[in-house]
């Protein structure tokens, strides 16, 4: 699965987190469920409300300091 955005769309830290909120029932599953979250780096992505809800609701997950 892989979720995008329209093209030329704005993407902070609170659309992105309603986004991958909506979809993120394979990131609780232990591996291998096929399930990947890459980051970019993006600010969206990087943000401190993104890191702490992925950090808090996904089982693997490193940190953008790791």
């Given at each position: 699965?892989?979720?995008?955005?329209p093209?030329?769309?704005?993407?902070?830290?609170?659309?992105?987190?309603?986004?991958?909120?909506?979809?993120?029932?394979?990131?609780?599953?232990?591996?291998?469920?096929?399930?990947?979250?890459?980051?970019?780096?993006?600010?969206?992505?990087?943000?401190?409300?993104?890191q702490?809800?992925?950090?808090?609701?996904?089982?693997?997950?490193?940190?953008?300091?790791?």
């Amino acid at each position: 699965m892989t979720l995008s955005v329209p093209d030329k769309a704005k993407v902070n830290d609170k659309s992105y987190v309603e986004t991958i909120t909506e979809n993120n029932e394979q990131c609780k599953s232990p591996q291998p469920s096929g399930f990947i979250s890459q980051q970019d780096g993006g600010a969206a992505h990087m943000a401190k409300l993104a890191q702490d809800w992925i950090a808090t609701n996904c089982i693997e997950f490193i940190g953008k300091e790791e």
